[in-house]
């Protein structure tokens, strides 16, 4: 028989993904949204859709007794790292109780296996590049904070009650489905790829990039960009693991190579054959120097192995969605 696991936040970017590859691999699929920032159209129809809030005790209780589910795949945290600096509340109040709220319904209905969307933003700025799944943890911005509480909290959960989880360090989720047919769609944009890509289809005149004066080769920020599809393969693959009756951990997942943000901007002028004007601004709020991954763990453990290996590639996964939908799931 098919497992049945929920995707909370499955209308979302990385969890409109996810659903698609565990259809793709044969699992049936639960999706609970309340469509703050998700789009129902994102979701493929195979998944059955709940909408509302997972900080709703109640609403992930009906969902849990009219569904016999295996397995939960957290990923509806908010998670724009300048916003939360601003509105450190609202983060900790759909993040960290949302996780509470998810846990004991999960506890309540004996479910016992949670795969957790987590960040490089619970490192902050770290000490050593790339940087290995134990090094210390500071984060410089609420939304990491938030994240880094939110798997001290499963942890306790899973020493409790026996809840066994697997948290996925993502670093930066970027690519589209390979034929275009879905993708990145935020209100407001805030992420790096899209906004050229939108600059490069003359959507906006100029992009801004965010300080040059930062302690790395270029002086623009360094990021670890990982297709959106190997990152939903490690959940699966993290799924199995858990299932297998291995022990709650913690993973990087990132190609473990760093790009600048002029080298995404140039890599970007290649894929498109467009100009793509750019100009420095101001820094933005919380961005860490450099934030590259060493995902050996996850490669050993969990077997897992990016197929998406270089950033043309992935930037053009974007670009053939952002031709198809300019204007995202509105198109
Ligand atoms: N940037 C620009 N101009 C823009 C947009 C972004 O210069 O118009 C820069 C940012 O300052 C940053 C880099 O591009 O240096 C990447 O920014 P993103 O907003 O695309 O991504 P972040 O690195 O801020 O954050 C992302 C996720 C987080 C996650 C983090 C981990 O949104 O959830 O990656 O690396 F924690």
Redesign the pocket.
């Given at each position: 028989m098919k497992q049945t696991v929920m995707v909370a936040g499955g209308a979302g970017y990385i969890g409109s993904h996810m659903v698609q590859q565990l259809l793709d691999e044969d699992y049936d699929v639960v999706v609970a949204d309340n469509l703050s920032t998700g789009h129902q159209k994102a979701i493929n129809p195979a998944a059955r859709f709940y909408e509302g809030d997972t900080r709703d005790k109640q609403f992930l209780q009906q969902v849990f007794q009219k569904e016999d589910i295996t397995a939960v795949i957290h990923m509806d945290a908010f998670?724009?790292?300048?916003e939360s600096v601003k509105d450190p509340l609202k983060y900790f109040d759909n993040n960290v109780i949302g996780m509470i709220a998810l846990l004991e319904a999960m506890r309540d209905q004996d479910i016992k296996y949670l795969i957790f969307s987590s960040?490089?933003?619970a490192f902050g700025n770290p000490q050593k590049t790339p940087i290995p799944d134990d090094a210390p943890k500071d984060p410089i911005n609420p939304?990491?904070d938030s994240?880094l509480m939110m798997e001290k909290i499963m942890k306790w959960v899973d020493q409790a009650y026996g809840i066994k989880y697997v948290a996925l360090r993502?670093?930066?989720?970027a690519g589209a489905m390979a034929d275009g047919s879905m993708g990145e769609d935020h209100t407001p944009e805030?992420?790096?790829?899209p906004?050229?890509l939108k600059t490069a289809i003359g959507q906006q005149a100029t992009?801004?990039?965010?300080?040059d004066d930062y302690n790395t080769p270029d002086g623009?920020?360094v990021?670890?960009y990982v297709h959106i599809l190997d990152l939903a393969k490690a959940h699966i693959l993290a799924l199995k693991y858990l299932i297998a009756g291995n022990p709650s951990d913690i993973f990087n997942l990132g190609s473990s190579t760093g790009f600048s943000?002029k080298e995404?901007v140039e890599a970007a002028r290649k894929v498109t054959g467009k100009e793509i004007p750019a100009k420095i601004?101001p820094?933005?709020d919380?961005?860490p120097d450099i934030?590259v991954a060493d995902s050996s763990r996850a490669r050993k453990i969990l077997g897992w192995q990016p197929q998406y290996d270089n950033i043309h590639d992935i930037v053009q996964t974007a670009w053939t969605w952002k031709q198809k939908h300019p204007n995202g799931y509105n198109d």
């Open positions: 998670s724009i790292v300048p960040t490089a933003a939304y990491g994240k993502y670093f930066n989720a805030t992420h790096l790829i906004i050229v992009l801004q990039i965010y300080g623009t920020n990021r670890d943000v995404i601004a820094r933005r919380g961005d934030l």
